[in-house]
């Protein structure tokens, strides 16, 4: 699939890409589910983050899911793509690559600290088109801030294999299915041996610990949206709330109402 290097789009009509002098600029963006931004790269930064909604975003042969009230930082050049789960409610903020507030080429999925969401809503209320002092000082702070969230690290790998791809797009869209993988080798037209290599070699672990991390990811929208644990575990294909929380809380240190709260 071609890359499409994106400069202006049609959701970005009336933004300029940030600079030296003005290292930030913002737009909004109003999807609906299933909309599907193709692979493309920018030459800012994009720290992003949904009022309401939710979204995939694909780069660096991973996948984040965002609910809102999270952001994902992506790096300049970084070639990504976003799908919308859920109608979403966006506002892309882009930033001058000199101005990165992370290293390298990574991206994260951070929590707005109560500061930040302030500082984001003063700047978005800005005239954009009228720099000023206080624009100017609303930028550094936010810029500032960042670096200082907590970085959540709900991540899942992609491979690059079409097979164990069609799996875990698959996987991805129904977290709670309860197939085996051998009951995914059926579907995907290689053998439970073979997948299971697969998911070693391309993703540096097994097929039970990747649909954990799926499902992991999915737990947040959910929780965001107010959906009880006990209801979650049940999407995600968990016996029990207990049983989701006892994996959660051995994955994170701690239980789901604290590390979504």
Same mark, same amino acid.
């Given at each position: 699939?071609?890359? &499409?290097?994106?400069?202006?789009?049609?959701?970005?009509?009336?933004?300029?890409?940030?600079?030296? &002098?003005?290292?930030?600029?913002?737009? /909004?963006?109003?999807?609906?589910? *299933?909309?599907?931004? &193709?692979?493309?790269?920018?030459?800012?930064?994009?720290?992003?983050?949904?009022?309401?909604?939710? !979204?995939?975003?694909?780069?660096?042969?991973?996948?984040?899911?965002?609910?809102?009230?999270?952001?994902?930082?992506?790096?300049?050049?970084?070639?990504?793509?976003?799908?919308?789960?859920?109608?979403?409610?966006?506002?892309? !903020?882009?930033?001058?690559?000199?101005?990165?507030?992370?290293?390298?080429?990574? #991206?994260?999925?951070?929590?707005?600290?109560?500061?930040?969401?302030?500082?984001?809503?003063?700047? @978005?209320?800005?005239?954009?088109?009228?720099?000023?002092?206080?624009?100017?000082?609303?930028?550094?702070?936010?810029?500032?801030?960042?670096?200082? #969230?907590?970085?959540?690290?709900?991540?899942?790998?992609?491979?690059?294999?079409?097979?164990?791809?069609?799996? #875990?797009?698959?996987?991805?869209? &129904?977290?709670? *299915?309860?197939?085996?993988? *051998?009951?995914?080798?059926?579907?995907?037209?290689?053998?439970?041996?073979?997948?299971?290599?697969?998911? @070693?070699?391309?993703?540096?672990?097994?097929?039970?610990?990747?649909?954990?991390?799926?499902?992991?990811?999915?737990?947040?929208?959910?929780?965001?949206? /107010?959906?009880?644990?006990?209801?979650?575990?049940?999407?995600?294909?968990?016996?029990?709330?207990?049983?989701?929380?006892? !994996?959660?809380?051995?994955?994170?240190?701690?239980?789901?109402?604290?590390?979504?709260?």
């Amino acid at each position: 699939m071609p890359i &499409e290097i994106v400069q202006h789009t049609r959701f970005d009509l009336h933004n300029e890409p940030p600079t030296a &002098e003005k290292p930030i600029t913002m737009s /909004g963006r109003d999807l609906k589910a *299933a909309a599907v931004l &193709e692979p493309h790269l920018h030459s800012w930064g994009q720290f992003t983050y949904a009022l309401q909604g939710v !979204m995939r975003a694909d780069a660096n042969n991973s996948s984040w899911i965002v609910p809102s009230q999270r952001a994902i930082w992506i790096p300049p050049g970084v070639v990504h793509s976003v799908t919308v789960l859920e109608n979403t409610h966006l506002r892309p !903020m882009r930033v001058y690559a000199g101005r990165a507030p992370f290293p390298g080429n990574e #991206c994260k999925i951070l929590a707005l600290s109560p500061l930040l969401r302030e500082l984001l809503t003063a700047l @978005e209320q800005h005239d954009q088109q009228e720099p000023s002092q206080r624009h100017h000082l609303l930028m550094e702070m936010i810029l500032d801030e960042i670096p200082r #969230c907590a970085v959540r690290p709900v991540r899942v790998p992609m491979p690059e294999d079409k097979r164990l791809k069609a799996l #875990c797009d698959a996987l991805i869209a &129904e977290p709670g *299915a309860e197939l085996t993988l *051998a009951g995914w080798a059926n579907r995907v037209g290689a053998s439970e041996r073979t997948l299971a290599r697969l998911f @070693e070699r391309e993703l540096g672990m097994g097929f039970v610990q990747w649909r954990q991390q799926v499902r992991l990811a999915h737990a947040a929208p959910l929780i965001a949206r /107010g959906v009880p644990l006990s209801q979650v575990a049940v999407e995600l294909g968990y016996a029990s709330q207990s049983a989701f929380s006892a !994996m959660f809380k051995k994955t994170f240190g701690c239980s789901p109402s604290t590390f979504f709260g």
